[in-house]
């Protein structure tokens, strides 16, 4: 199996940045695309930004020239820089990767998310 862990979550003010990090672990044996969800209050979740093995990266329009993803596959770490927060951007943030593990087929793994908070 694959665990995802993200870490770097919090409170902060409009117009602030955050980074999010998210790392994988366990028996991996590839590591395709990993990405990160939200799920703010009373919504469904979202799709914010992925990253292929090779780093071609794809974004929501709602985050476009604000966020950006990148990846360290020797660490299978993905991360998610924020920049410019906005309210909206309340949620709660999921990895997703979409990975392998030794002895088992291809697979989605999730985090367990991460609480961003933008407020005043």
């Known amino acids: 199996q694959v665990q995802l862990v993200e870490s770097g979550g919090g409170l902060v003010q409009p117009g602030g940045s955050l980074r999010l990090s998210c790392a994988a672990s366990?028996?991996?044996?590839?590591?395709?695309?990993m990405g990160w969800y939200r799920q703010g209050p009373g919504k469904e979740r979202e799709l914010v930004a992925t990253?292929?093995?090779?780093?071609?990266?794809t974004y929501a329009d709602s985050v476009k020239g604000r966020f950006t993803i990148s990846r360290d596959n020797a660490k299978n770490t993905v991360y998610l820089q924020m920049n410019s927060l906005k309210p909206e951007d309340t949620a709660v943030y999921y990895c997703n990767a979409d990975a392998r593990a030794l002895l088992t087929r291809r697979s989605d793994y999730w985090g367990q998310g991460t609480q961003v908070t933008v407020s005043s």
């Open positions: 990253i292929t093995s090779d780093g071609s990266t």
């Open positions: 366990g028996r991996i044996f590839s590591m395709y695309a």
